[in-house]
């Protein structure tokens, strides 16, 4: 999705504008563009295609302001080109906009602009905001700063839907507005400058001081302060939020793609996700939940989208199990449409890796109208999700930048688990098991130690079928769910058709798409389960498959083209090691095929539009 940079301070801003961009390259985007200020004059340089094609049009040498905003655009109305991309600058050229988010009423407002006399340039729904603070702008008797915010303020109060706003004004070439709604945004602060951003990555090598915006709240910056304003304009005052991760999680360290660093790092990202929460005890220190609540709910929905609902799929049966409470998994967009029951009596659980995914916050958003408690698992401090939700649980997995999550997935499951015993242990229910896996849990990074040496046979297989064209995945019980991370992880980055099935489903349909020599890979990691997956595999290799088997057990002298053993664990435990093959898998194949990795086409990292 669409990423925001923004720099006032005492350097050139456009060479930290380039370096914010890159760095949110990974969002996602088709267009970029920076504009400055100079002399009272906006300079405004825009583009379809990559961030660095900006450096190869000769007008960017003359961007010498130290105050400017930047922009990559994730195309939503109008096709990728030089107009619609950002910086918008309304018809006067005195205020440029960059806009992440989307407003729905944008033709309404265009129309009526255009009875005023506004001319459109671009089919974006962002062209109405310069345009709009133009029109209150050079209507009001009011002067000062008061004169701009003022300004801002009305056009905001006119948009329906979702934004993060930065404003430059060509009359006001020491200050810079910005706002949000439902749409990220970071103030990054040091002594003589400031810093926007989309998420705290980009800037995390300049500064550790962040200021978070709520929504609809204004911050006027120049270079060496940072006002907070209400939306009826009181000045409102916040403390900055000193962020632990140092610069260089946020970058490749050595490694040839972000994905794979990503991959490896998870032995450190799941110890530091256990951090203290398990000492002894199971603790969530914060979460306020009693025996009486929890022995009052009959429900716990996990709602969540992508990679971050399957690591709920992977964890509903310890919360039934152990917790003994029925567990309901449900993809955020379908849930936040169908009028769930929910009340108080139904506990919602909310995964989302970046804390901004706009299903999830929309869904969260209607369990707390309904009644229920709700608790966000987030990797990001202070995102939106966090200060939503009643409870926040963070994962410690660190920046994630590679599209195609990896590590947040697996820390997911660890807090989901740790979760889980911290409730069986105030609910006094399977204490002997609480037990046993809680010690289970504390071997897990070893363990995903262990499946990462598997690395090189995972890649001898992906050469072998990298150019296939349909890869199915087959499992049973947790494998299942799995299965579905593991041909999710395959279709995002290397563009092989896939398809997770549950193995038993196989006769009722799937099986009509064996053909020779076609690839099946099959999880087996459940032991009760072993004979009836074999069976299921036995007849793709009856109509000609090749087998990749992933697992666990051992399944003597079988008929299939490749083994891959990973360590044993139990069924709560088993999802984060069978994962890490699967990643693997995905990786080298994306890499044979030449593909961009850690950005694959049409993808973004965050989406924070419905
Ligand atoms: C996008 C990403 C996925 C991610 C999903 C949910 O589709 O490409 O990798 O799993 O959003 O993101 P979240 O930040 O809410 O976990």
């Excluded at 087959?474 to 896939?498: N, P, Q, V």
């Amino acid at each position: 999705m669409c990423g925001i940079v923004g720099y006032i301070g005492t350097q050139k801003a456009k060479p930290i504008l380039i370096n914010g961009l890159l760095r949110l390259e990974y969002r996602g985007y088709d267009s970029a563009g920076i504009a400055t200020i100079e002399n009272n004059v906006i300079k405004n340089i825009k583009n379809k295609g990559r961030v660095n094609d900006l450096l190869s049009i000769p007008e960017i040498e003359t961007l010498d302001g130290t105050i400017g905003i930047g922009h990559t655009r994730w195309a939503t109305h109008g096709k990728p080109s030089s107009t619609n991309s950002h910086p918008h600058l309304d018809n006067s050229n005195t205020f440029a906009v960059v806009h992440n988010g989307i407003i729905e009423n944008y033709a309404e407002l265009r129309k009526d602009l255009e009875n005023k006399g506004y001319k459109f340039l671009s089919e974006t729904d962002t062209e109405v905001i310069p345009n709009l603070i133009h029109y209150f702008f050079s209507n009001s008797s009011l002067t000062g700063e008061m004169k701009f915010l003022n300004a801002v303020n009305e056009a905001c109060k006119l948009l329906v839907g979702s934004f993060a706003l930065e404003i430059l004004c060509s009359l006001y070439p020491n200050s810079m507005l910005v706002v949000r709604k439902d749409s990220p945004l970071v103030i990054g602060t040091s002594q003589t400058e400031n810093y926007i951003s989309s998420d705290i990555p980009a800037i995390l090598s300049f500064t550790k001081d962040f200021y978070l915006l709520n929504d609809l709240e204004f911050a006027y910056l120049t270079r060496d302060t940072v006002k907070f304003f209400d939306n009826n304009l009181n000045q409102i005052s916040k403390n900055t939020t000193s962020i632990e991760w140092n610069a260089t999680a946020a970058e490749k360290d050595g490694f040839e793609d972000f994905m794979l660093k990503e991959i490896f790092e998870q032995p450190k990202s799941i110890r530091e996700t256990i951090g203290s929460h398990i000492n002894g005890k199971c603790v969530i220190n914060d979460l306020n939940i009693s025996k009486e609540y929890l022995e009052s709910i009959n429900k716990i929905f996990i709602v969540a989208c992508g990679t971050a609902m399957h690591a709920g799929l992977a964890c509903k049966s310890v919360l039934e199990q152990i917790c003994e409470i029925s567990t309901e998994v449900d993809i955020a967009s379908e849930f936040r449409y169908r009028n769930p029951l929910i009340n108080e009596k139904t506990l919602c659980i909310f995964i989302s890796q970046s804390g901004e995914t706009a299903d999830t916050i929309a869904a969260l958003k209607l369990a707390k109208e309904r009644g229920s408690k709700t608790i966000a698992i987030s990797n990001v401090i202070g995102s939106s999700i966090s200060r939503e939700a009643d409870y926040t649980i963070y994962t410690h997995a660190g920046p994630e930048i590679a599209v195609a999550s990896t590590k947040a997935y697996t820390s997911q499951i660890m807090i989901l688990n740790i979760l889980a015993l911290y409730f069986a242990q105030i609910l006094e229910r399977n204490l002997d098991k609480v037990e046993a896996l809680k010690q289970e849990l504390l071997e897990v990074p070893n363990k995903v130690e262990q499946c990462l040496k598997l690395a090189n046979e995972v890649k001898e297989f992906a050469n072998k079928v990298y150019k296939e064209k349909d890869i199915f995945f087959l499992g049973r019980g947790i494998d299942y769910s799995s299965s579905l991370e593991a041909s999710l992880k395959l279709k995002e980055i290397s563009y092989i058709h896939s398809e997770a099935y549950a193995a038993g489903e196989l006769k009722h349909g799937p099986i009509a798409l064996i053909e020779n020599d076609i690839t099946v890979v099959a999880l087996i990691t459940v032991p009760y389960l072993v004979e009836k997956s074999i069976s299921n595999i036995q007849e793709v290799i009856t109509r000609g498959a090749k087998t990749l088997i992933i697992t666990n057990q051992d399944l003597g002298n079988k008929t299939f083209d490749k083994i891959i053993r990973i360590p044993e664990a139990s069924e709560y435990v088993s999802p984060i090691l069978s994962i890490i093959p699967m990643q693997l898998f995905a990786y080298y194949i994306s890499k044979e095929k030449g593909l961009d990795v850690d950005k694959p086409r049409n993808l973004a990292k965050s989406v924070t539009v419905e």
